[in-house]
C-alpha cells in the first residue's frame, strides 16, 4: 500500500459514514488480498506499469484507490457502488460479460470470479482485448451463498478461469469468520492469476 496517505483515509472515512456497509471492504482478508494484487502490480516484472486499467466487481473502489492506477474504469452490477466510484473514475453499471472496450486496456482485474457462473466469466473473459494484461482473483469460501463458482484448490481455479498461459499462479491463506459450532477460526484460500490474453 504504498500508496496510502491522510487524504485516502480521510477519504474511506467519508466513504464508512455516507455508507455504512462499506465497512465490509475493511475486513482483513478483504484488505490483505487487496494489497497482495497490489504488491503484484507495483513489484512484478511481467508487465510495464498500467497506465489504463478495468477493475471488474470494482464495490466501493477501494482496489483502484491502493492501486492509484490513472486511467481507471470501475465495473458493477450495483449503482450504489458506481455512485461513490464515480467520484474519481470512470463508471460502467451491468454484467461484466456485456462490457465493451472502446480500447485496449493496458490492464484487467477480475477478483469477484467465484460470484459469477461459467457461462458469465467464459463471455467475459473472451471479450478482453488480444493483448492484455489480466489478474483474477477467486477463493475456496463455499459457505458465502454468493459464491456459486468457488474453487477446491488452485488447480481448478485454473482450469475454470482460463488461467493455463499464466505468467503468475499463487495461493494464500486467508482467516474468516469465526466458526461458533467449532470455536475455531475458519481458513480460507485465496486464488490469483497473472496472464496476458
Known amino acids: 500500500m504504498?500508496?496510502?496517505?491522510?487524504?485516502?483515509?480521510?477519504?474511506?472515512m467519508e466513504?464508512?459514514?455516507?455508507?455504512?456497509?462499506?465497512?465490509?471492504?475493511?475486513?482483513?482478508?478483504?484488505i490483505h488480498s487487496k494489497r497482495w494484487l497490489v504488491e503484484q502490480v507495483e513489484y512484478q516484472h511481467y508487465f510495464p506499469m498500467p497506465f489504463s486499467c478495468v477493475i471488474f466487481g470494482s464495490w466501493y473502489g477501494i482496489l483502484a484507490?491502493?492501486?492509484s492506477i490513472e486511467d481507471t474504469t470501475c465495473v458493477d452490477t450495483d449503482n450504489r457502488f458506481l455512485e461513490w466510484c464515480g467520484k474519481k473514475y470512470d463508471t460502467w453499471h451491468?454484467?461484466?460479460?456485456?462490457?465493451?472496450?472502446?480500447?485496449?486496456?493496458?490492464?484487467?482485474?477480475?477478483?469477484?470470479?467465484?460470484?459469477?457462473?461459467?457461462?458469465?466469466y467464459d463471455e467475459w473473459f473472451k471479450n478482453i482485448p488480444e493483448g492484455t494484461f489480466y489478474i483474477i482473483q477467486?477463493?475456496?469460501?463455499f459457505q458465502e451463498k454468493d459464491h456459486i463458482r468457488a474453487c477446491e484448490d488452485l488447480g481448478e481455479f485454473i482450469l475454470?478461469?482460463?488461467?493455463?498461459?499464466?505468467?503468475?499462479?499463487?495461493?494464500?491463506q486467508y482467516e474468516g469468520p469465526w466458526n461458533e459450532e467449532l470455536d475455531e477460526p475458519t481458513v480460507y484460500k485465496r486464488f490469483m492469476i497473472i496472464g496476458k490474453k
Open 94 to 120: 451491468g454484467c461484466m460479460s456485456k462490457y465493451e472496450y472502446d480500447v485496449r486496456p493496458d490492464l484487467v482485474i477480475n477478483t469477484v470470479t467465484e460470484h459469477v457462473n461459467q457461462e458469465i
Open 65 to 67: 484507490d491502493m492501486l
Open 138 to 141: 477467486g477463493n475456496n469460501d
Open 2 to 12: 504504498a500508496n496510502f496517505n491522510y487524504r485516502q483515509l480521510v477519504d474511506w
Open 15 to 30: 466513504l464508512v459514514r455516507e455508507h455504512p456497509d462499506a465497512v465490509n471492504c475493511f475486513w482483513p482478508s478483504q
Open 160 to 172: 475454470k478461469n482460463s488461467g493455463q498461459d499464466h505468467m503468475f499462479c499463487e495461493e494464500i
